[in-house]
């Protein structure tokens, strides 16, 4: 940061603060102050690692106030930012309470500020061993500024003020202690966190630091870890950094690709691999520049971790012991040494409910982007703004039209493509006689109907005979389709839902606002009706390639009560968008 760039300072004293009796309270700025929000924080921990686990929850929930997206923590225990002298960052020794801290902290994230990308950076903290290696100044992590993924526009810190005519000193000194170790915008302004802590210092007198609490931690030159990765989330972030915090010299990350993805809850709305590596390659290179990363595509439980001779240690958590120790078993097969199996607690997620796991999880996650708009609503300036129309699809089985007559009962008016499939079999519709040219009169029943079935066979397996018949029948059902909606237009109804199986195959998305899908694993499947029989012989998508063109995803995996209300949330949210429309 220049020394001579613009800076202003906050001081967050207690007539800013809220506090309440109980001591896991969470201290809040007086919204009436209307403090500046940054998009990006970093937060400069100052307390002794003994006394930081009681203050962590309401420091992040004060940091919160001031940061919208991304905070970074930095860790220097005992800086004293009031002395008069400028301090300098120096290396931190990996003890076994830092170990339990980043835990503690990325548990207490979730619980108080889920909104916020929480990274915990660690370029500090390194074995003397380490740090003079050669590839550093001695004692000096940072002989240059080092580059974040986002530039800190804010700094804050838990420092304690003995006098209030210090803050402008202090703040001063916090801005140039961050600028020579990271680089930060040039207008980087500082805020003291500086809540009422009586209550909690009365507690932390009884909390004297002992030399069993020094206790360093044993670290490794390379390290392994597993995991699908998915929206990272704190337990990924944990898992990551400690990781981060073992390993010297390499860190390998194993992430699963497609074989692995088959038994994933939602596995539909699984980020691609190359997003999650891109994220993770991101997180580990702020949190730890100095490491040599390598990220690589898991295909069955094992991957690399059982043929790589350089590696020492594997991070699991209680759920994943056994397979390392099955990668321990490979290994001794392969005539490798085995891997130190470095445990990791599971967090637990505060706010999951009756159908999600109690432990933070990626699956949890995926379960609550059901129903919310996930991309918005591509330009639909082409049709009437109302009735707006819903484009509901999904696989045979599925639940779609279930949760179609759900939408109907809220409101919306249903428009059943299937239905009017049959009704341009009928005899004397235009394709009925341009089926009978195309395919023969021998497909009519004895009331001259078309019979489905014998159509259905002359087209199976083959796509030239197939796309022929799509392109008499779903063209004609377009225009009922059409037909319906200025209907519903005509008497002044607000909500259309398309219920149509081949949405997006018959390129029907041109008369719809949104793309709504449903989801459910094959083997949860309901059984195959003639109807969803002639659906398959239409080379209907897979679940997966319907997902990546949808704005709204829902499922019916779970009870009828959870997807009543996933379509509940899913109507609620769409009503919003229609007002601000």
Known sequence: MSQTSTARSFFINQSDCIYRDDWHSLWYPDPARNMTMFSTGILVLTSPLHTLPLRIAPVLSSAAQLVERTLYVHLHPGLNLGSGSQPRPVFIPPVVDLSALITRLYSNAADVCGHLDVRVLLTNVRTQSAACSGTTIPNCPFPTPQSLSHSPEVVLTDFPLQDPGQSHQV?????????????????????????????????????????????????????VVGGTFDRLHGAHKTLLNISCLLANRRFLIGVCDQAMLKKKVLKELVEPYSLRTQRLQEFVEDIKPSLQVEIVPLDDPYGVSVVDPLLQCIVVSEET???????????????????????IQLLKDAHH???????????????????????????????????????????????????????????????????????????????????????????????????????????????????????IVWPEIALLVKNRISQAREEGKQVCVLDAAVLLEAGWTDMVHEVWVTVIPEEERDGVTPEDALRRLQSQWSSSKQVGHANVVLSTLWEPEVTRKQVLKAWNLLQKRIQHR
């Open 171 to 223: 703040t001063q000194c916090l801005q140039r202690y961050t600028g020579h170790c990271y680089v930060c915008s040039p207008s980087l302004q500082s805020v003291l966190l500086h809540p009422q802590l009586m209550r909690l210092q009365e507690k932390e007198e009884g909390l004297k630091e002992s030399e069993d609490k020094a206790e360093p931690l044993e670290t490794y030159s390379d390290v």
């Open 353 to 471: 409910t009756e159908t999600e796991e109690e432990k933070i999880s990626s699956s949890s996650l995926r379960s609550r982007l059901l129903g919310t708009l996930l991309t918005p609503p591509e330009d639909a300036s082409h049709i009437a703004p109302f009735p707006y129309v819903i484009g509901l699809t999904g696989g045979s089985g599925s639940g779609k039209s279930s949760i179609a007559r759900q939408l109907e009962a809220l409101g919306a008016v249903r428009i059943d493509c299937d239905k009017l499939g049959h009704e341009v079999y009928k005899p004397g519709t235009a394709a009925y006689h341009r089926v009978l040219e195309e395919f023969g009169s021998d497909l009519l029943n004895g009331d001259k109907t078309i019979n489905r079935r014998v159509l259905g066979r002359k087209v199976f397996g083959n796509q030239e005979r197939l796309k022929a018949l799509t392109d």
């Open 321 to 343: 012991r056994k397979g390392g120790m099955a990668v321990n078993k490979k290994r001794i097969e392969n005539g490798l040494p085995a891997l130190v199996l470095h445990e």
